[in-house]
């Protein structure tokens, strides 16, 4: 079992930038590909970026490419998300999340756990 907690959400402006955390409990954190989703009000949940076990292969949608990177320390079983240039589309509320299977299962749009999500508003 995982348990995800994110923190680090909040309101910014325009082009601000946020750095999201993502601490998970257990002592097998290595062994897990990582990822976030963000759903924005009456949208689906989306993929957002992943990470695979090592940290090495990062993925993301290509909406935050070049704006959006996903990171990992293992030794502090956490994973973040920094956010630059954001825009009023960023808004929503983003979740981390776990696998034990490839990080494609993320991208794919599936995980084994969730975090409860911390929620991001980017005013213009």
């Known amino acids: 079992q995982v348990q995800l907690v994110e923190s680090g959400g909040g309101l910014v402006q325009v082009g601000g930038s946020l750095r999201l955390s993502c601490a998970a409990s257990?002592?097998?954190?290595?062994?897990?590909?990582m990822g976030w989703f963000r759903q924005a009000p009456g949208k689906e949940r989306e993929f957002v970026a992943a990470?695979?076990?090592?940290?090495?292969?990062?993925y993301y949608t290509d909406s935050v490419k070049g704006r959006f990177t996903i990171s990992r320390d293992n030794t502090k079983n956490t994973v973040y998300l920094r956010m630059t240039s954001l825009k009023p589309e960023d808004t929503a509320v983003y979740y981390c999340?776990?696998?034990?299977?490839?990080?494609?299962?993320?991208?794919?749009?599936?995980?084994?756990?969730w975090g409860q999500g911390t929620q991001v508003t980017v005013s213009s």
């Open positions: 999340a776990a696998t034990v299977r490839p990080a494609s299962t993320l991208v794919a749009g599936n995980a084994d756990y």
């Open positions: 257990g002592r097998t954190f290595g062994g897990y590909a």
């Open positions: 990470v695979n076990w090592s940290g090495q292969y990062s």
